[in-house]
C-alpha cells in the first residue's frame, strides 16, 4: 500500500470520528491499567459491567491489596480467566506501592514489568492515559491490518512495528482507536460490513462482501460512505447523457421523415 493510501484511510477514519476515545470507563490512569488488564480475552461492555460495582469499592493500589484476591473474584467473575486476572491485579498494585509510590509509571520498561502487564496492555496505557503515540495491536488492529494491507504481517509486534512506520505523525495519537473500533464494528471476523465501509474503496482486500445479510448488492453498492469531491456528479453524467439522447432521438426521427 502506497504512502498516500494511508493517508486517505487515515483521513476518512478522522473525519467520520475526530475524537474517538477507549470504550473502557474509568477516571484515573490506575483504574485505566486494571480495565486493561481485565479486559484480555473479555469485552470492553463486560468490563464495564464489572467495574461499574467495583471501582467504587477499590480504586487505588492501597484499596486492591487490603481486598485481597479473594475479596476481588466476586466482583469479576463475569470475565474470563478471572482467578489468575484478580492475582495479576493484587500483584501489580501491590508492586506499584512497593516501586512506584503507589503510581502508574510512564515508562514501558517498568509497566511490563507489572504482573498481568505485556506490551498491549503498556501500550494501551501510555497511549490513552499519558498521550504517548503508541499502537496497541489486538485481535481488531491486527485483523484490519492485514486485510486493508495498511500493515501486513505475521504476529501482533510486527505489525505494530509497521504501523508504527507507516503511519503519518498527525494519524499516529489515534490510530490505535480508529483501527480497533473499525474492527470492532465494521471490518470484523466473520462478515466485514464492507458496503457501510467508509474506506472501503481504498481497502485492498480481495474478499470484499459485496452485500449484506437481507440487503442486495444492488441496495448497498461498494462505495465510500465519504466519497471523493465530485464523485457524485461524475456518476450522474451517464445518466444525463443517456436521457439527453433519448429526447433527441424522436426529434431526429421526425426531421428524418420529412426529409
Known sequence: MNPQKRRQIFERLRA???NPRSELEYRT???LLVAVVLSAQATDKGVNKATARLFPVASTPAAFVRLG???????ISSIGLFNT????????????????????????????????VGRKTANVVLNVAFGEPTIAVDTHIFRVANRTRLAVGKDPETVERRLVKFTPDEFRHNAHHWLILHGRYVCVARVPRCPQCVIADLCEYPAKTRALPGMSARALPLRPAVEPEGAAAARKRPAVAARKASAAAPRKAARSAKG
Open 16 to 18: 467520520a470520528n475526530p
Open 29 to 31: 490512569p490506575f483504574e
Open 69 to 75: 484476591v479473594d475479596g476481588l473474584i466476586p466482583y
Open 85 to 116: 486476572k484478580a492475582k495479576n491485579v493484587v500483584a501489580l498494585s501491590q508492586q506499584l506501592l512497593d516501586d512506584h509510590d503507589g503510581r502508574v509509571p510512564r515508562q514501558r520498561d517498568a509497566l511490563e514489568k507489572l504482573p498481568g
